[in-house]
């Protein structure tokens, strides 16, 4: 039989064990002697409160969560499933709940270990999770929320579905400028080429080159004077001026120079620039004569058959001698000229003009623009 102790020789907290261990229960009177002991197996004792009676109320309660002793909450002393919960708040079921718990614990140990912070968990080539680094890490320079502003943008970046890049405000200003005078004009045949019609800008006309012309001279424009040949019966006079040749024209207006090459096609304006060689007062102007033959026509070409001459503007001869000048001619009339014919040009002084200087003036240039 154990040891029968007194009650005060144990802790009141002290662990027993109910299946081995014994109470020793006292009664204690008022006016006479205690009553007792009374020996009791520990597993005899039931938990619960006293009624009014002194009486013991509730069942017998051996273990909690399978242990004795003093019995604190340990990790596992509750699940979901036993757990209360508000269905319209959580949205969950208790099991389920349980089972998402397992399930995540379950895949937890199959995760490959983190490698820095701020990776995602994301799929590798074989689908095998993989922690990877964020592939963005702003938009247009901000992070956070991040909303289109004027500039996140701009044309050159946005094509259409044709892969064609959106036209920006520059190339717009220059499509702008691209206005009926700045393109190429209408019309044109073949073989002809675009030429300036004057020194405006943009005033460009199609016109035909020149076959075989003179050295001097462009697609655009024939020099009179390259391989120009005095009439016989009326020349200027050939002179060296600065070791360059002129032709001297008289006050009297017989003399007389031709030029002849294919026309070109187009409206012409003939430039003469020249000197006077004595009178420093006084005007001077020129004229210019059209003839012209188509091949086939039933003319000779031996006989003179010019146009009404042209004529130039009233230039003032300059104040010192030696010093040049400039007339402008527009070749109006013309013999009803069409491109590719023969023609042959005179180019005469107009001793006509009003207040003719009195004294010779040297040719220097003639020079037909054609536009």
């Known amino acids: 039989m154990p040891d029968i102790k007194p009650i005060t020789g144990y802790a009141q907290t002290g662990g027993y064990n109910p299946e081995t261990d014994y109470f020793v229960i006292v009664k204690g009177g008022v006016n006479g002697p205690n009553e007792g002991p009374v020996l009791l197996v520990a597993s005899a004792v039931q938990a619960g409160t006293g009624d009014s009676s002194g009486g013991v109320v509730g069942g017998a309660i051996t273990r909690v969560f399978g242990r004795i002793g003093d ?24 099991a389920n709940v349980q089972t998402a718990i397992d399930a995540v614990a379950a895949l937890t140990g199959n995760l490959p270990a983190a490698t820095s912070e701020g990776h995602f968990l994301g799929l590798n080539g074989s689908l095998l999770p993989e922690w990877m680094e964020q592939s963005v890490v702003s938009v247009f320079g901000r992070d956070g929320v991040v909303e289109l502003q004027a500039g996140d943008v701009t044309a050159d ?7 064609f890049v959106i036209m920006t405000d520059a190339e717009r200003t220059k499509l702008a400028t691209l206005n009926g005078a700045r393109q190429m004009p209408a019309g044109g045949t073949t073989g002809q080429v675009a030429t300036k019609a004057s020194g405006d800008d943009y005033d460009i006309v199609w016109a035909t080159p020149e076959a075989g012309g003179g050295g001097g001279g462009s697609l655009s424009q024939i020099d009179l004077l390259d391989g120009a040949t005095p009439k016989a019966s009326a020349p200027p006079t050939f002179k060296w001026v600065a070791d360059t040749g002129v032709w001297s ?3 009297s207006g017989a003399d007389e120079l031709r030029r002849k090459f294919r026309w070109p096609g187009g409206a012409a304006t003939v430039k003469i620039q020249f000197v006077s060689e004595g009178p420093t007062t006084g005007n001077g102007a020129w004229t210019v004569a059209v003839m012209a033959l188509t091949p086939g026509d039933a003319a000779a070409i031996a006989t003179d058959s010019f146009d009404t001459a042209n004529t130039s503007n009233t230039v003032a001869v300059p104040g010192t001698a030696g010093h040049m000048a400039e007339a402008s001619i527009t070749v109006s009339n013309t013999d009803s000229v069409a491109a590719g014919d023969y023609v042959r040009v005179q180019i005469k002084r107009h001793t006509g003009v009003a207040s003719n200087a009195a004294g010779a003036l040297a040719l220097h240039t003639a020079t037909m623009l054609f536009a």
């Open 249 to 251: 024209f008289s006050q």
């Open 71 to 94: 019995i604190t909450a340990e990790f596992g002393d509750y699940t979901a499933a036993l757990t209360s919960y508000d269905n319209a708040s959580s949205g969950l079921n208790a």
């Open 157 to 163: 970046l946005v094509t259409d579905a044709n892969g």
